[in-house]
């Protein structure tokens, strides 16, 4: 399956942003699906996963309360409704597959098929 990342963009901090990422090839309701996170001189971070149905997900501490993942199989799209937005979320952020399908995997290496990214800038 390719993934392509789109809805980054400048935001202050207390806004919000809708991310979007388009799936296409494999059939996509088959796989659950992640959401990292890379700013500038870190390390990819997990940012959130939902499962294949969708009733399942899963987020890092650091965005609970603030950040939702959805996903529309009908349309092949999953999103990340952003809330709240911090200097600190400040990444490029990437959308991927979860090779296991358990939304509990949170490591880089646990998912593949990674879409290129979509930059979201937060100013203070």
């Known amino acids: 399956v390719q993934l392509q990342a789109s809805g980054g963009g400048l935001v202050q901090a207390g806004g919000s942003l809708r991310l979007s990422c388009a799936a296409s090839?494999?059939?996509?309701?088959?796989?659950?699906m992640g959401w990292f996170r890379q700013a500038p001189g870190k390390e990819r971070e997990f940012v959130a996963a939902i499962r294949w149905g969708g009733a399942v997900t899963n987020y890092a501490d650091s965005v609970k309360g603030r950040f939702t993942i959805s996903r529309d199989n009908a349309k092949n799209t999953m999103y990340l409704q952003m809330n709240s937005l911090k200097p600190e979320d400040t990444a490029v952020y990437y959308c991927?597959?979860?090779?296991?399908?358990?939304?509990?995997?949170?490591?880089?290496?646990?998912?593949?098929?990674w879409g290129q990214g979509t930059l979201v800038t937060v100013s203070s």
């Open positions: 090839g494999r059939s996509f309701s088959n796989y659950g």
């Open positions: 991927a597959v979860a090779l296991s399908g358990s939304v509990y995997s949170e490591q880089v290496q646990d998912f593949a098929s």
